[in-house]
């Protein structure tokens, strides 16, 4: 009796020590809906960042996606602790996968009502997550309940930048998502993204002109999405023109599922994106989410799978003042706190 009880025991705490190393996020519990509720002299976090959002959309319809595209280029390198937010030459933000990302301005304006709120409260991790949810609601998706309690990272740096390439296969884009913990159903969810905003010549040339050193276009691309494009990307251009992700004019701006309805009529813009709805790993997928399925809920729940990605929670990292910035700048940004 004794002795089974000793090795029940046994057995029960090394379960629970192979629970807990095999879960090596397990500080991601400390993220929750709400957490700045009461935290912010009885301000509303969620709503100083709302209305932000809002106003420069209300400008400049565009910016949604940029922010949507920065949570993402946020939480794929290093986690989502706001280190593509940091200014310097060796930066994230210089990468050249970086180039193009925008709505630096937006965040820098939600942090300056915040520090004037509550000084040294909010997250500048929490303000990219919170305006990425707020551009997908804005834009005609879900409203879905995010997670607060990031905190912000210490080091930024340009050749920690190593996110999954336009031209990757779906496997190998894959891959690249499942390194995050997120899997390919979510992956396929999140690409939807590309639902809203816009790419440039420069990504697509190569699907126009000479795919896969051909001297010919891609050829799972619609011919007469070809033709159009080549109007706005003439050969050898510089002008570099933007070019809408969802080529359905009626949703340039709008977040609906029309995005897999258009790659599934030959009508994806980037390549992976065209892929998605080829490769059989997730060709079925494509196929549920045209007929709608629930797409706006479902993008939403991955979202939130994605801002969840090697976060720092308290006590590590810090809340910074200056979203661009760390807040000692004499700490050597190479020390690892957290
Ligand atoms: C395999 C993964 C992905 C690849 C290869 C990829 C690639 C790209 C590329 C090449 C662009 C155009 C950049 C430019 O021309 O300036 C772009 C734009 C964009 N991406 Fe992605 N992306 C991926 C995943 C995602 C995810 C997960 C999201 C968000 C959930 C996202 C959201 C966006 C948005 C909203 C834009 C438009 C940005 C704007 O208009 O400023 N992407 N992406
Ligand atoms: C944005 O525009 C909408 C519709 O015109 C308006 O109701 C709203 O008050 C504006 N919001 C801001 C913050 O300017
Ligand atoms: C960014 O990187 C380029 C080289 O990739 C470098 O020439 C430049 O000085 C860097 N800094 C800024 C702020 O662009
Ligand atoms: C475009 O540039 C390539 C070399 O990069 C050159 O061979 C070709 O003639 C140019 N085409 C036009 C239409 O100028
Ligand atoms: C799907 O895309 C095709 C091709 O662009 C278009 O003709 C059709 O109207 C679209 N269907 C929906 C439901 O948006
Ligand atoms: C997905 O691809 C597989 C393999 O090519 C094919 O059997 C299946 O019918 C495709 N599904 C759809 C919805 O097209
Ligand atoms: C689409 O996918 C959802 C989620 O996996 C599933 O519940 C639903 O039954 C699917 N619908 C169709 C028509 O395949
Ligand atoms: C090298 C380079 O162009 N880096 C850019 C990275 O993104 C920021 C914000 O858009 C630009 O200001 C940088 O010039």
Same mark, same amino acid.
């Given at each position: 009796?004794?002795?089974?009880t000793?090795?029940?025991?046994?057995?029960?705490? @090394?379960? =629970?020590?192979v629970i807990?190393?095999?879960f090596?996020?397990?500080?991601d519990?400390a993220?929750?809906?709400?957490?700045?509720?009461?935290k912010?002299?009885?301000?509303? #976090?969620?709503?100083? #960042?709302?209305?932000?959002?809002?106003?420069?959309?209300n !400008?400049?319809?565009?910016?949604?996606?940029?922010l949507?595209?920065?949570?993402?280029?946020d939480?794929f390198?290093?986690g989502?602790?706001?280190?593509i @937010? =940091?200014?310097?030459?060796?930066c !994230?933000k210089?990468?050249t996968a970086?180039q193009?990302?925008?709505?630096y301005d937006?965040?820098?304006?939600?942090?300056?009502?915040?520090?004037?709120a509550?000084?040294g409260v909010?997250?500048?991790?929490d303000i990219?997550?919170i305006?990425?949810?707020?551009?997908v609601?804005?834009s005609?998706g879900?409203?879905?309940?995010?997670?607060?309690?990031?905190r912000?990272?210490?080091?930024?740096l340009?050749s920690?930048?190593?996110?999954?390439?336009?031209?990757f296969?779906v496997s190998q884009?894959a891959d690249?998502?499942k390194?995050?913990?997120i899997? @390919?159903?979510d992956m #396929?969810l999140l690409l939807g993204g590309?639902?809203i905003?816009?790419?440039?010549?420069?990504?697509i !040339?190569d699907?126009?002109?000479n795919f896969?050193?051909?001297?010919k276009?891609d050829?799972?691309?619609?011919?007469?999405? #070809?033709?159009?494009?080549i109007?706005?990307c003439p050969?050898?251009?510089?002008a570099d023109?933007?070019?809408?992700l969802?080529?359905?004019?009626?949703s340039t701006f709008?977040?609906d599922?029309?995005?897999y309805n258009q790659?599934? &009529? &030959?009508?994806?813009?980037?390549?992976?994106?065209?892929e998605?709805a080829l490769?059989?790993l997730?060709?079925n997928?494509?196929a549920? @989410?045209?007929?709608?399925?629930n797409?706006?809920?479902?993008?939403?729940?991955?979202?939130?799978?994605?801002?969840a990605v090697e976060?720092l929670t308290?006590?590590?990292?810090?809340?910074?003042?200056s979203?661009?910035v760390?807040?000692?700048? &004499?700490?050597?940004?190479?020390s690892?706190?957290?």
């Amino acid at each position: 009796m004794k002795i089974s009880t000793a090795v029940a025991a046994a057995a029960f705490y @090394l379960a =629970l020590g192979v629970i807990l190393v095999n879960f090596p996020g397990h500080c991601d519990a400390a993220l929750e809906v709400g957490f700045y509720k009461g935290k912010c002299n009885s301000r509303d #976090v969620e709503g100083i #960042v709302f209305s932000v959002v809002e106003r420069r959309m209300n !400008e400049t319809k565009g910016i949604a996606a940029a922010l949507i595209r920065l949570h993402f280029h946020d939480c794929f390198v290093k986690g989502c602790d706001a280190s593509i @937010l =940091l200014d310097g030459n060796s930066c !994230e933000k210089n990468a050249t996968a970086n180039q193009s990302v925008r709505g630096y301005d937006v965040i820098d304006e939600a942090k300056e009502l915040l520090e004037e709120a509550c000084e040294g409260v909010v997250s500048c991790a929490d303000i990219i997550a919170i305006a990425a949810r707020d551009a997908v609601q804005l834009s005609g998706g879900v409203r879905y309940e995010v997670q607060t309690g990031r905190r912000d990272g210490i080091e930024s740096l340009a050749s920690n930048v190593d996110l999954p390439s336009p031209s990757f296969s779906v496997s190998q884009s894959a891959d690249a998502f499942k390194n995050k913990g997120i899997g @390919l159903e979510d992956m #396929v969810l999140l690409l939807g993204g590309h639902t809203i905003g816009f790419t440039h010549c420069s990504f697509i !040339e190569d699907r126009l002109y000479n795919f896969g050193g051909s001297g010919k276009a891609d050829p799972t691309m619609d011919p007469s999405l #070809v033709e159009k494009l080549i109007v706005i990307c003439p050969k050898n251009s510089t002008a570099d023109a933007p070019v809408s992700l969802d080529q359905n004019p009626a949703s340039t701006f709008v977040f609906d599922s029309s995005f897999y309805n258009q790659t599934q &009529h &030959h009508r994806g813009v980037l390549h992976i994106d065209q892929e998605l709805a080829l490769d059989p790993l997730t060709n079925n997928t494509v196929a549920n @989410l045209t007929t709608g399925n629930n797409f706006l809920a479902r993008f939403g729940q991955a979202m939130v799978k994605l801002g969840a990605v090697e976060v720092l929670t308290d006590p590590q990292g810090e809340i910074r003042k200056s979203c661009r910035v760390v807040n000692n700048k &004499h700490r050597s940004p190479f020390s690892l706190l957290g």
